[in-house]
């Protein structure tokens, strides 16, 4: 007698037809998930050179304010008056109690308005700054 | 009668369009930069409507005035930018309570501001890596979390920010 092995009829292999669906499930997840939100700066601004920096790990935590090299002061997507900075950092605290404003501030700008600004940051409570500035090498 | 002559559906060939989808990720993968914010950290004070004044003991304070034109003032000695770490190094060795006292005028540019923080930045760097080095025996980027916060309460950054004033006409 002779011992014959059973050979099932269907084929074995994984359907292929179906990945590029999948790939393009991905492609559309990541371009989805993708925060692009890239604010127009409306102000003109070079920052200084600094050697002790340091790389601010949490980018969430982050809200912008750019100075530019004619004073004027932005934060999001409007050019704000000095005296309503400490309303806005309000908020942005209330959203955020950890936040980290980040000082853009071109590198020609007098202390005075920075002072200012920062003036308004305390009154708002929002201490925690950090200084933009580029790597010096 | 007429009769429409069946013809075989035409066909696009799929295979490819997986390669192009891969093609497309690959794409964005590399063309996306993640741009890593750099800059100096501070804290601020908090807000204090009147006020308090707080007795210290002028040795524990060292004076630093930037001018208009940035000239850096040491407890009225001149001092040029680039000597402000090794000066200020010696002396919060000599004595750890120091509190530097940083005060600039109105006009003074943001530029040398800058510059000057991180040459105060830098000492306490020296310092805390100085430390960490003789305690653990470690460069400071070794050491781990409570390390890390016996290194920073043991050599605290004492940095005063006060107000600018009017530069005198």
Partial sequence: MKFQKKISSTTQGIPMSSLPDIIFMLLIFFMVTTVLREVDVQVQYSLPEAVSVEKIDNKRLLSYIWIGSDERIQIDDSIIPVGSISNIAYQKRMNNPNVIMSLRIDKGSRMGIVSDVQQELRRADALRINYSALVKL | ?169
């Avoid at chain 2, 066909?11 to 750099?38: C, H, K, N, R, Y």
């Avoid at chain 2, 601020?44 to 006020?51: G, H, I, Q, Y």
């Avoid at chain 2, 004076?63 to 090794?86: A, R, S």
């Avoid at chain 2, 943001?110 to 000057?116: A, H, R």
């Fill in chain 2, 1 to 169: 009668m007429f009769r429409k002559k069946k013809r075989p559906m035409a066909e696009i060939s799929s295979s490819g369009m997986a390669d192009i989808a891969f093609l497309l990720l690959l794409f964005f993968l590399v063309t996306t930069t993640i741009d890593v914010d750099t800059g100096i950290d501070l804290v601020l004070p908090p807000w204090v409507d009147n006020a308090e004044q707080v007795a210290v003991k002028s040795d524990n304070i060292a004076n630093l005035l930037v001018n208009e034109v940035g000239d850096v003032l040491l407890d009225e000695k001149i001092i040029g930018v680039p000597q402000i770490k090794e000066e200020m190094i010696a002396r919060i060795k000599a004595n750890p309570k120091l509190i530097i006292s940083y005060k600039t005028v109105r006009d003074t540019p943001y530029k040398i501001y800058i510059d000057v923080m991180d040459q105060l930045k830098m000492a306490y760097e020296a310092l805390r890596q100085e430390y960490s080095r003789e305690k653990f025996g470690l460069p400071m980027d070794q050491v781990n979390e409570e390390q890390l916060q016996e290194i920073r309460r043991t050599i605290p950054q004492r940095i005063s920010l006060a107000e600018p004033t009017q530069a005198e006409a």
